[in-house]
Structures are given as C-alpha cells and as structure tokens.
C-alpha cells in the first residue's frame, strides 16, 4: 500500500511505500495528490520513503506508475527517494538520467537532508535535460533564466554518466531565445560547468531559433575539442541524430 506522510513542511508531498502496491493504491492516494497539485496550480516535490518491508508492485500497479508519471512529470520540481534498499537506490538513480526535474536518492538515516534538498530547491527550473543513456547524449531545453540549481542538476547527470564512460557522445541544447541567468551564482556555476566538462564532449548540436545562429562560433570557443553544428529549432530529431552519431 502507499500511505501519505504528514510530518512534512508546507510544499513537499511525501509518501511510504509499504508491502505490495496496487493499482487501487495508486488511485487512492498518488492520482488525487497529482490532481490537487494540478487544481492549485502548484507544482510538486515529492519524497518516497521506500523501507525493508516493500515487496514490489503488481502489473496494473506498474502501469498506473507509468501513465501518471507521462501525464505529471513536468510538474515535478523535484523528487527524493529515501531508501537503504539496494536496487531501489541503483534503479532510482538510473531513472534520473530521464527525468526532467533533478532526482536524488537518500539513506534512511538521511531523511531530513531530503526534506532540506527539496525545500531548498528553487521555484519551476530554467534548464530541463535528459539523458539518451543508448548513445550518451544529452538533451538540454532553455526556457527560462538559467539558475545555479539548473546546473547542478546537469552536472548530477553528466558526471554520473562520465563516472563509467570515457566521454559524453554529445550535448544538444535547444531554446527560442537567450535568457541570460538568474544571478550571478546561475552565471558562476555555468561557468564552472563548461571549465569541468568541456574537454568530455565529442559533439555540440544547437536547435535554436534562427535569429541564434549566431550563437555557434561562441559555442565552439568554449567546446574546443567538440565538433559544433547549428539546426532550426524545429530540428530537434535531426541534431540528436547528428550528436549520436559516431565521429570516428
């Protein structure tokens, strides 16, 4: 079963999942959380306590899973998973690398630091990314000024992947209009990104609005060792094709 937990600050949404869940589970308490979230037009941080005693979900139980989280995934600002279960952890982990908003795994012990993480995460995110783990190339969408958070989160993400893997294949980044950041720490932790990362990356794609073409020389500057090419920003497909693609 899946149960609420109250002893939570105004703003986080917290649940325990206990024994086996079902579907009517899933209905009863995750389907109207995501739905009053919606009403109120809130977005949502969610901590999942999952301890020794959970013992899986049923099919319907996954598929309920499934269907909410493409319905609710860009609501999320962030979520939590409190757990000491090993496979919980490593599953939880690689999920994140899909995940829009950033996903952090907690030990038990540790709970309150994941009610700290999600209250001190800041309001809807600048950055959204994902991971494409077949072909190792990341997927960056602007649409806001780019905050410190946007970038830890990146950096989550890509040094998770770089912790197995030699180098990233590519990074596409997409956006109708330059931003600019949020504040100066939005600007250092950019910069701190690109220092540490550029020399990683095989290929850089730009799927942008055409006005920002010109952004691909500056680009290249800071991605010297990365092959930098530029799409209209209708060409999504086309510049992850390109990033995947072998450079040999």
């Not at 279960?85 to 630091?113: H, N, Q, Y």
């Not at 959204?128 to 190339?137: A, I, K, N, Q, Y």
Request: with cysteine; glycine share 8%.
């Amino acid at each position: 079963m899946i149960e609420r937990i109250e002893d939570v600050p105004p703003g986080i949404d917290a649940v325990r999942a206990v024994g086996k869940i079902s579907r009517e589970d899933y209905e009863a308490v995750i389907v109207p959380l995501v739905e009053d979230a919606a009403r109120d037009g809130r977005r949502l941080r969610c901590l999942c306590r999952i301890g020794p005693d959970f013992q899986g979900m049923t099919p319907g139980a996954v598929w309920e899973d499934v269907e909410i989280g493409l319905r609710a995934l860009r609501s999320f600002d962030g979520c939590a998973v409190v757990s000491d279960i090993g496979w919980i952890r490593e599953a939880t982990r690689l999920a994140g690398f899909l995940m829009p908003c950033p996903v952090r795994v907690f030990s038990d012990r540790d709970r309150d630091k994941a009610v700290d993480w999600l209250s001190s995460l800041p309001e809807g995110v600048g950055v959204t990314h994902r991971l494409v783990p077949e072909s190792g190339v990341v997927v960056v969408e602007i649409a806001e000024p780019l905050r410190a958070a946007d970038f830890d989160a990146l950096a989550l993400t890509v040094d998770s992947w770089l912790d197995t893997h030699a180098r990233l294949q590519g990074v596409v980044i997409r956006a109708r209009a330059i931003h600019g950041w949020e504040n100066i720490a939005g600007l250092v932790r950019h910069i701190r990104f690109v220092r540490d990362h550029h020399r990683k990356v095989n290929r850089v794609a730009l799927a942008v609005d055409g006005r920002l073409a010109a952004l691909v020389p500056s680009v290249a500057e800071h991605f010297v060792h990365a092959e930098v090419r530029s799409f209209g920003y209708d060409g999504l497909d086309d510049a992850i094709a390109w990033t995947a693609a072998s450079t040999n």
